[in-house]
């Protein structure tokens, strides 16, 4: 069955790093497009960055420059990599598969950069 679950959050100062992880079964990431978003508390959930079965990257522009999606096939987990962190950076970041019938989401990850 589908399943996607992420880690790597937590509380991090401003400048810091950290990554994230999106383990996932069930099927095969290396043949779907997967992504990354967040919500931010009061806000609407928006899109951090994509990545495509072909290698497409394409991140929001708050965030590129400072963020990398990426993937290793062999472990089946894709990653955020989130660099020079800022305090509006502070949301819930959830891992997607674009899928047919329906998209999955997993359970989210909170990531909080204090000033």
């Known amino acids: 069955q589908v399943q996607l679950v992420e880690s790597g959050g937590g509380l991090v100062q401003a400048g810091g790093s950290l990554r994230l992880s999106c383990a996932a079964s069930?099927?095969?990431?290396?043949?779907?497009?997967m992504g990354w978003y967040r919500q931010a508390a009061g806000k609407q959930r928006e899109l951090v960055a994509t990545?495509?079965?072909?290698?497409?990257?394409n991140y929001e522009a708050s965030v590129k420059g400072r963020f990398t999606i990426s993937r290793d096939n062999a472990k089946n987990t894709v990653y955020l990599q989130m660099n020079s962190l800022k305090p509006e950076d502070t949301a819930v970041y959830y891992c997607?598969?674009?899928?047919?019938?329906?998209?999955?989401w997993g359970q989210g990850t909170q990531v909080t950069v204090s000033s």
């Open positions: 069930g099927f095969a990431i290396s043949i779907y497009a």
């Open positions: 990545l495509t079965s072909s290698g497409y990257t």
């Open positions: 997607k598969v674009n899928r047919v019938p329906r998209d999955y």
